[in-house]
């Protein structure tokens, strides 16, 4: 069974930087195109933050984090990052990656709709505190 483990967080004083790690534990992370990171602040809805493509290496972002945050993978997929800068007190969640559904009704879906993705991970905590 895939398994994404998501590390990396902590926490940063505003305008401070972190960078996310995301690793799947099974090899049939591969079958994936799409893979995301979301995260849900306290009482909020979560949502998505950035989704790298693999087929081209397409990058997609939330409007809320377009020129400070990045993402990134290595050659083979695995592990997927995101290098978040310019940290803002609005950024604190819970961090989580996710895999692309290997479904064709869920990849028709908005590439940042959370109903595409499966094998959430446990998240990890993102505080911004001064």
């Known amino acids: 069974q895939v398994q994404l483990v998501e590390s990396g967080g902590g926490l940063v004083q505003p305008g401070g930087s972190l960078r996310l790690s995301c690793t799947a534990s099974?090899?049939?992370?591969?079958?994936?195109?799409?893979i995301g990171w979301f995260r849900q602040a306290t009482g909020k809805e979560r949502e998505g933050v950035s989704v790298i493509s693999h087929s081209d290496g397409r990058t997609y972002y939330a409007d809320s984090v377009k020129g400070r945050f990045t993402i990134s993978k290595d050659n083979a997929k695995n592990p997927v990052y995101l290098q978040m800068n310019s940290l803002k007190p609005e950024d604190p969640a819970v961090y989580y990656c996710?895999?692309?559904?290997?479904?064709?009704?869920?990849?028709?879906?908005?590439?940042?709709?959370?109903?595409?993705?499966?094998?959430w991970g446990q998240g990890t905590q993102v505080t911004v505190s001064s």
């Open positions: 099974s090899k049939f992370i591969l079958d994936y195109n799409h």
């Open positions: 996710a895999k692309e559904k290997n479904s064709a009704t869920a990849q028709a879906l908005g590439v940042m709709d959370l109903l595409r993705y499966e094998y």
